[in-house]
């Protein structure tokens, strides 16, 4: 959804961007279990919204249930940085 024709065509709306106060992921480690080529592909492209948002809104990536071999891979998709 948040990468959709129509949610980038609100992200570029001045008015709906300066009123974002973050972007939250929840079930962040569904973007490792689920975000294959064959099944929700777009999950590994949500680094795009920072193109977007960019570094001043923040990032939230909740999960219960997160391997450590999942969290390298949340830190990149997510574009957390250094």
């Not at 065509?9 to 064959?38: M, S």
């Not at 969290?71 to 250094?82: S, Y």
């Amino acid at each position: 959804m948040a990468l959709s024709h129509r949610f980038n065509e609100l992200f570029r709306d001045g008015k709906f961007r300066n009123r974002l106060e973050a972007v939250i992921v929840d079930e962040a480690h569904c973007i490792d279990e689920w975000g294959g080529d064959d099944f929700r592909p777009l999950y590994r492209q949500l680094s795009r919204l920072r193109s977007f948002t960019g570094q001043d809104v923040p990032f939230i990536a909740c999960t219960a249930t997160c391997r450590t071999e999942t969290f390298d891979v949340l830190w990149d998709t997510l574009a957390f940085g250094n």
